[in-house]
């Protein structure tokens, strides 16, 4: 089983980044297809970013690509979500999970969440 905390959430100006980071215990990270998703109020989770089995092949929800990368650290056991030029509707709490899938249709393991917000 592997643990998930978040962190790096924070309060920023439109325009501005934060790097967001999901650090693991119980298990090597990298193992996993690691993801982030993130709900606003009111709305639905949804997906932002995923990378596969040792921190390979990410993707992105159109929405953020060019400005959100997604990485991860072996040494650190922990994933990264790199988030520049931020917009008031990127705005949610922010999640990170893991499957041992390698496609998963689920995920299996999740983190408490860090607020992200962004003024405009």
């Known amino acids: 089983q592997v643990q998930l905390v978040e962190s790096g959430g924070d309060l920023v100006q439109a325009g501005g980044s934060l790097r967001l980071s999901c650090a693991a215990s119980g298990r090597t990270l990298s193992r996993y297809t690691v993801a982030w998703f993130r709900q606003a109020p009111g709305k639905e989770r949804e997906f932002v970013s995923s990378i596969r089995r040792n921190f390979d092949i990410p993707d992105y929800r159109n929405s953020v690509k060019g400005r959100f990368t997604i990485s991860g650290d072996n040494a650190k056991n922990t994933v990264y979500l790199q988030m520049n030029s931020l917009k008031p509707e990127d705005t949610a709490v922010y999640y990170c999970?893991?499957?041992?899938?390698?496609?998963?249709?689920?995920?299996?393991?999740w983190g408490q969440g860090t607020q992200v917000t962004v003024s405009s």
């Open positions: 999970a893991a499957s041992s899938d390698y496609f998963p249709n689920e995920y299996d393991y």
